[in-house]
């Protein structure tokens, strides 16, 4: 039924976009194929693999080989795409949605500072 409120509803809209479902899904587990991302978010597997390379090409992920799979760390600092949002990170929203991270960037940020042999500060901090 259509009140003089709302209109004509537009129905089949969601409020996240397929990057960010993918975004979610690598960020609940880091070693997911892109199939199992495809079956989740309901997309095609060259679908995902197209998101995946755009979140790649904008800094939002990096990849790694892990054996004969892929390892995906979500960019620790990494902020929203759209002026609206701009000044926002994206960890507090992949948190909301995506539980708890693993500790993947922590890890990163130690092997990058033991690499660089640059000592840690002793502050905690904040991974996406």
């Known amino acids: 039924m259509e009140s003089e409120r709302t209109g004509h509803r537009r129905n089949g809209w969601t409020f996240l976009t397929n990057h960010a479902r993918v975004l979610i899904a690598i960020a609940r587990d880091p070693g997911i194929r892109l199939r199992d ?45 759209h002026p609206a949002e ?10 909301y949605l995506a539980g708890p991270l693993s500790t993947q960037s922590a890890e990163v940020e130690q092997s990058a500072e033991v690499a660089n042999d640059t000592p840690g500060h002793g502050e905690p901090r904040t991974t996406v």
């Open 86 to 95: 701009a000044g926002h990170e994206i960890a507090g929203l992949l948190a």
């Open 37 to 81: 991302i495809a079956v989740e978010c309901g997309l095609t597997e060259r679908t995902v693999q197209a998101i995946v390379t755009d979140l790649q090409a904008d800094g939002y992920l990096n990849k790694t080989r892990d054996g004969r799979r892929n390892r995906y760390v979500v960019a620790p600092g990494a902020r929203f795409r």
